[in-house]
């Protein structure tokens, strides 16, 4: 009786492990990278969200290959030694040959060159460093890079104010170093004066010394950029400084959504005024499937770019007729030109480096705590 | 350079710093440990400050002392639970630290799990500043100011004045000792734990209230927390009083030093104004801390 129960046993677990490798080579595998915790934890929800409707699309498209699509989300936890450990995970035990997502370069660089080294194909989401585009052809980018970043935050500035002396206050790490080099670039070459530059480190509870730095040379105006904890507390303690009068000293910061996603919904009043970039909102296609599944309006638009690398991604698998990395990345060049995206106005076009050409961002302001067009 | 700004950014800061010290102390001078989930315990306390404050519509202040007495009762439970049946079976102080380490990162993924790693925030409106001789100060930040010192002179006067902390003096001294004059060391570890655990949750509460609140924010603080303990002399409460005060205004000094004039030589070269990077201030702590122990090892009010 004993014997036979064994073999039932081993049977039946024989019948349910050749069941799971046959479900899992029938599904095309797409890692996903998402800030589930740390610092920019607040846009978590609509980041795996956009992965998961474009899963959802195109399933009911009919997958790629005629297999179902599954985005694996794994936690990137806001910082490089998580992520890294996520993207591991994804490739190592998951077997995934495709990632996306990632939202700060600091995070998702060291991991586009773990890509390229394995032969991986990474669709970065968000993040927007130049440095990306020397990594290799494994990897391409969804969003614009900080150089049309930097001088488009300067134009704005520079022209918006009127004023030649500015206090930058930039984080250091990939995203914040090479978008403050370029924003001192365009200032120069616009004939403008750097009086402060500070860089600060992240996950810090205390500013005040940073901001006292800030603004020690009286700078006319300040540009910076922050991660959404850290724009709470630089904001705050600005403002309870004295120093976030933007009718005396104006605010711009080249990424709104990313800085101020906390910071507006819980001390509006100490941000009114302060003015930025925004990536163009969302396809209404998007939001209009966002708002359907969730209830509420996307916050931010950094997860239409998720959503697009996902289509961009099977388009391209289902275009080359193979789930192979190499293919899909051949095939991702020729499908960019026919693809009309969600995010960054549309454009999808990779120039040189995998990186985007054409996508446009708004220039917003913060009033009555809301980001709006300015 | 700004100095009375300055000043008045290092009270705030050493107020909450030294909070924290205190209890970390304390634990090390009567158990002999460095207890890695002391910040944890502190934001833990901050949390259930949060809940009592945000959610249950309680006063802040009286949320707070709630949330200590709460978190006094955890410290104990935790000790009772863990660290008393290790040093029951003989453990080494450095086992009940990397005991303590594991107990930091159980409680801060447990914290996470109940209140998410979003940010919190009390219910406190935003404050316009005043100005002191030129500097600018919130009420919120004179009431941290206010309350720091206030509860370091109560812990002063518990410390000294009351036979709780004359028994705890007597078992930091010499622990069989006072166990032969009938002291009760296990109760008065209970009472320690208490005391460190609830101090700790007014540090953290008052960090919490000037700047945010999240679970990952006891790891975040573990640093200059260590350093101020570290520097004033581990194991002595008034120097982790002054270790805080120390760093704080290091922190603040340097990065408002402008180091033109010394580089200068009295008009020697002509070098433009030359700044520390903000992106050092981290550094600080370790240089300042390097630099103390190096001339006196046991910190600056330690004497054995």
Known sequence: MRKYALMLAITIMCLIMGFGVASAADTFKIGGLVPITGTQAVMAEDLSTGLKLAEEEVNAAGGVLGMPVQVIIEDTETRPAPGMDAARKLIDVDKVKVLTGGFSSGVSLPIAKLCQSKGILFVVGPPTSPLFADVGDFVFMMDVLDKFKGKEIVDFAVGDSGKKKFGLMFMNNAFGMALREETINNLKAQGAEVTTDVVYELNKVDYKAELQRLFAKKPEVIIGTWYAKEGMVTAKQA?????LEVNKVPWYCPEMVSSYATAVKEIPDALEGVKGLTPLPPGLLYTEKFKKKMGR????????????AVIMIAMAANFANSTDPAKIRDALWKIDDFYRGQSTGGDKRFVGGGVQGFGKYERTIIKGGKIVPY | MDIAQILINTLVRAAELSLLAIGLTMVFDILKFANFAHTDYAVLGALFAYVFN????LNLFLAIILAAFVTGWVGILIDQAIFKRLRKIGAKPVTLMIT??????ALRNLMRLIWTSHTKTYAIPLQKPLEILGARITPL???????GLLSMIAFHLLLHRTTFGKALRAISDNSDLANACAIDSEKMIKRMWFLASAYGVIGGSMIAMEHLLYPRLGFDIIIPVFCATILGGIGNPYGAMLGAL???FAENLILAL??????????????????ISTGYKPAI?????IIVLLFKPTGILRKK
Do not use: H, K
């Open chain 1, 297 to 308: 309006d996307p916050i931010t638009a950094y997860a239409a770019m998720n959503y697009d």
């Open chain 2, 141 to 147: 930040q004179i009431g941290i100011i206010v309350v």
């Open chain 2, 285 to 289: 702590s370790f240089m300042i801390l």
């Open chain 2, 258 to 275: 402008d180091l033109a004039p010394l580089i200068n030589l009295g008009g020697l070269f002509n070098v433009g104004s030359i700044q």
């Open chain 2, 54 to 57: 945000r959610i249950l519509g």
């Open chain 1, 239 to 243: 403002y309870e400084m004295g120093f």
């Open chain 2, 246 to 248: 120390t760093l704080a």
């Open chain 2, 100 to 105: 303590s380490m594991g107990t930091a990162i």
